[in-house]
């Protein structure tokens, strides 16, 4: 076989194992899709993977070449959602120079995709919390440190620049995380139970929670 020959045989090759790779990876995108979209309809209890494999014409053997089972399926969809929360925080840190703005964007941020997410954020931090340790992003770094990180730079360049008194970060950020988490959680499970909490409601409390921890933490 002359060299020219088996080049071509090379770049054949190398083309059928792209093409193998990128249908692999549109059909794992695919059923990440469904199961996303099946999981904001049903939530974490009523999910199946004969659900996903029904939605979207495979069979549940499918699912398992891509998925060892729905809770690694579900991780998956959570690890999304993750990356959404950290980019949303990311955004919120960016966009707002002002320190003490940029803190209310941060909490702002977080309850928005608590509403817009609710199902996922029950999952994320509520009912599978020990996943936030777990999840990790392109570059293999845990996304709740991620997040976490963000907001504790926001909290000690607050400090720096005089907008909050000075104090221990690590107790500061955990005292707003805290406090932002609870309006989250709140909203989220008293949805149907206590007419008063709707969205409305939560925004309301986080608007008078901004308020009072400006003046808690004043310098």
């Not at 579900?74 to 993750?82: H, K, M, R, S, T």
């Not at 609710?118 to 931090?125: C, G």
Request: charge should be positive; proline fraction near 3%.
């Amino acid at each position: 076989m002359s060299k020219a020959a088996a080049t071509r045989q090379t770049r054949i090759r190398q083309k059928s194992v792209e093409r193998r790779e990128r249908r692999r990876q549109e059909t794992r995108q695919a059923i990440l899709e469904a199961a996303t979209q099946l999981f904001e309809r049903e939530g974490y209890e009523g999910f199946s993977l004969r659900q996903v494999a029904e939605a979207i014409g495979y069979t549940p053997t499918t699912i398992y070449l891509y998925f060892k089972d729905k809770e690694d399926l579900l991780f998956a969809v959570c690890q999304q959602g993750f990356t959404e929360f950290t980019e949303a925080l990311g955004r919120a840190y960016r966009q707002n120079p002002d320190p003490l703005q940029r803190l209310h964007a941060l909490a702002w941020a977080y309850l928005e995709f608590g509403l817009s997410r609710p199902l996922h954020y029950q999952v994320m931090f509520m009912q599978r919390s020990d996943w936030v340790t777990k999840a990790t992003d392109s570059k293999g770094e845990v996304q709740g440190s991620n997040s976490y990180t963000i907001l504790m730079n926001a909290v000690i360049e607050a400090m720096k620049a005089g907008a909050i008194r000075m104090g221990d970060p690590i107790e500061t950020t955990n005292l707003l995380w805290s406090g932002v988490h609870g309006i989250v959680s709140l909203a989220l499970s008293m949805r149907g139970v206590i007419p008063k909490w709707e969205e409305s409601e939560a925004r309301r409390l986080m608007r008078n929670y901004l308020e009072m921890t400006d003046r808690g933490l004043g310098p």
